[in-house]
């Protein structure tokens, strides 16, 4: 299983076609599983707005996107704030996210 640290994944920056749209603030998961629904994403002109994680590419060096048409509006982002969880929520110390959007806690190397 292939992944990266979640405070790896938060500090890419989100991109379409090689231009920045912005970056993720905040990591939602499922309410009752540990699974990455998606990002809250700050955007160039200050708007807050949801990035489904299946729609969302996990690069090197950014969150790649196919459309901007990916993006869920800054008015239904309370939505899916009401409907999941943070990743602080989740309890985790050293958070891993899989490329399957799965998380984990990271393994030790004892």
Known sequence: MWGRS????????VRLH???LGRPV???????????????IVCGDGARRFLPFAVARLGTDEIALD???ALIDERDVGYYRRRSRTLAEAGYEDPWIDDDGGVHEALSAA
């Open 6 to 13: 979640a405070s790896e994944v938060l500090s890419l920056p």
């Open 67 to 69: 459309s901007a048409l």
């Open 26 to 40: 905040e990591a939602l998961l499922d309410p009752a599983s540990d699974r990455l629904l998606g990002f809250e």
């Open 18 to 20: 090689g231009i920045q």
